[in-house]
């Protein structure tokens, strides 16, 4: 389980670069979120891989890249939000890490930011990369 919870922790950048772009993913945003979900795990009580151990473990085996010879614009929630599923999987990634810091009362606020506007965005059909990292940010005061 420590080696799943370190791909939840991973895949939380998924989120968010469907709401705020591929540079959020990789940005203060990104850290923060990460950070956020990392003391809730450790509060939690539960075990996660570092996350060094997990970048030697996976080497050079895991990269993205073009796939016969197009482009991959974002990951699996960008993919959702694209195709106009009306779902996305930010309620079992971001939303777990809510859960669980609910319960383990440590405040959750970026994670829960993050699962909701995603699930906004997919019920009304939108675009992915709609918000701005400045108006996440700015969301996250009100």
Not at 18 to 26: D, E, K, L, T
Not at 92 to 115: D, F, K
Request: glycine fraction near 12%; charged fraction near 20%; hydrophobic fraction near 40%.
């Amino acid at each position: 389980m420590c080696w799943k919870y370190r791909k939840l922790v991973r895949n939380l950048r998924n989120g968010i670069e469907a709401v705020c772009g591929r540079a959020a993913s990789r940005g203060t945003i990104a850290e923060l979120t990460t950070a956020e979900a990392e003391h809730v795990l450790a509060v939690a009580g539960i075990d996660v891989v570092p996350l060094a151990e997990d970048d030697e473990r996976r080497g050079s085996i895991l990269q993205t890249g073009p796939v016969a010879g197009s482009a991959r614009p974002g990951g699996s929630v960008w993919q959702s939000l694209t195709r106009g599923i009306g779902t996305v999987e930010t309620d079992y990634l971001s939303g777990h890490i809510a859960l669980l810091g609910h319960l383990h009362g440590v405040p959750t606020p970026l994670n829960s930011l993050v699962q909701r506007l995603a699930a906004e965005m997919a019920n009304a059909g939108s675009a992915p990369a709609t918000v701005t990292e400045a108006e996440f940010l700015a969301m996250l005061g009100s």
